[in-house]
C-alpha cells in the first residue's frame, strides 16, 4: 500500500508541475509583443527614451593590452521620425557627467577634476542630430554636433531599428534602438596620457524608446 501511495503521490506531483509549466507558459506568451521589424511597419511620431531600459556604455584601450569598459548611468533622449521619410528624423541626447560608473570611486573622482571631465564646469554632454543617412534597410547613421567638456564637434553614430510593438505591460508602443559610434577624446581638449590611454573612444547605446 505504501509503494502505491508513492507512485501516486509522484504522479500527481509530475502532473501539478505540468499544468503550472503550461500556464506559465501561456502567460508568457500573452505578455510577449508581436514585434514589427520592417522599418515602415513602425508607428511614426516623438519618442522619448525608456530609462529603465537603457544604457549607455563607452570603452577605451589601455596601455595597448586591454579595452577598458565604463558606462554613464544617467542619460536622456528624444527621438522624432517617420518610417517612410527617415533622413527627416531628428534625435537628441544629454548624458550627466557624474553618472559615470567604473566600479573605482577613486578613479571616478579623478575623472571628475578639471583636467579631465571638469564636471563642475560642464555637467553634461549634449548631442544634437543635423542629418541622417540611410545605410540599409533599418540601419542609418545620425550625423550631429557632440558637445562634450565645452567643445561641440561633429560626430557621427550608426543606428540599428530592431523593431516595434506595443508594450502590454507600459501600454505604451515601443521601439527597440541600438548605436554606436567613435570620438576622438583630443578633439574636446581631453587628451591627457595619450597614447598610454587611447585617443578614440567607442560609445554604444542599447535602449528602448516609448511613444
Same mark, same amino acid.
Given at each position: 500500500?505504501?509503494?502505491?501511495?508513492?507512485?501516486?503521490?509522484r504522479a500527481s506531483a509530475?502532473?501539478?508541475?505540468?499544468?503550472?509549466?503550461?500556464?506559465?507558459?501561456?502567460?508568457?506568451?500573452?505578455?510577449?509583443?508581436?514585434?514589427?521589424?520592417?522599418?515602415?511597419?513602425?508607428?511614426?511620431?516623438?519618442?522619448?527614451?525608456?530609462?529603465?531600459?537603457?544604457?549607455?556604455?563607452?570603452?577605451?584601450?589601455?596601455?595597448?593590452?586591454?579595452?577598458?569598459?565604463?558606462?554613464?548611468?544617467? $542619460?536622456?533622449?528624444?527621438?522624432?521620425f517617420d518610417p517612410n521619410?527617415?533622413?527627416?528624423?531628428?534625435?537628441? &541626447? #544629454?548624458? !550627466? =557627467? /557624474?553618472?559615470?560608473?567604473i566600479n573605482n570611486a577613486?578613479?571616478?573622482?579623478?575623472?571628475?577634476?578639471?583636467?579631465?571631465?571638469?564636471?563642475?564646469?560642464?555637467?553634461?554632454?549634449?548631442?544634437?542630430?543635423?542629418?541622417?543617412?540611410?545605410?540599409?534597410?533599418?540601419?542609418?547613421?545620425?550625423?550631429?554636433?557632440?558637445?562634450?567638456?565645452?567643445?561641440?564637434?561633429?560626430?557621427?553614430?550608426?543606428?540599428? $531599428?530592431?523593431?516595434?510593438?506595443?508594450?502590454?505591460?507600459?501600454?505604451?508602443?515601443?521601439?527597440?534602438?541600438? &548605436? #554606436?559610434? !567613435? =570620438? /576622438?577624446?583630443?578633439?574636446?581638449?581631453?587628451?591627457?596620457?595619450?597614447?598610454?590611454?587611447?585617443?578614440?573612444?567607442?560609445?554604444?547605446?542599447?535602449?528602448?524608446?516609448?511613444?
Amino acid at each position: 500500500m505504501a509503494s502505491v501511495k508513492l507512485v501516486t503521490s509522484r504522479a500527481s506531483a509530475v502532473l501539478s508541475t505540468s499544468l503550472v509549466i503550461a500556464l506559465l507558459s501561456g502567460c508568457v506568451s500573452w505578455v510577449t509583443p508581436k514585434v514589427e521589424s520592417e522599418l515602415v511597419e513602425l508607428e511614426q511620431g516623438e519618442y522619448q527614451l525608456d530609462k529603465n531600459h537603457a544604457a549607455l556604455l563607452f570603452k577605451i584601450g589601455h596601455l595597448g593590452l586591454s579595452t577598458y569598459v565604463g558606462r554613464f548611468n544617467d $542619460f536622456d533622449a528624444s527621438l522624432s521620425f517617420d518610417p517612410n521619410n527617415m533622413t527627416q528624423a531628428k534625435m537628441q &541626447a #544629454s548624458v !550627466t =557627467i /557624474k553618472s559615470l560608473d567604473i566600479n573605482n570611486a577613486e578613479l571616478s573622482e579623478t575623472l571628475m577634476g578639471d583636467s579631465w571631465f571638469d564636471e563642475q564646469r560642464y555637467p553634461q554632454a549634449v548631442f544634437t542630430s543635423t542629418s541622417v543617412t540611410p545605410i540599409s534597410d533599418n540601419q542609418f547613421n545620425f550625423n550631429g554636433e557632440l558637445t562634450l567638456h565645452g567643445v561641440t564637434k561633429p560626430v557621427s553614430f550608426a543606428a540599428t $531599428f530592431h523593431g516595434g510593438a506595443d508594450n502590454w505591460m507600459t501600454g505604451k508602443y515601443t521601439l527597440g534602438f541600438s &548605436a #554606436s559610434g !567613435t =570620438i /576622438k577624446r583630443s578633439d574636446f581638449d581631453m587628451g591627457s596620457y595619450v597614447p598610454l590611454i587611447g585617443d578614440e573612444v567607442t560609445l554604444e547605446i542599447y535602449a528602448e524608446f516609448v511613444k
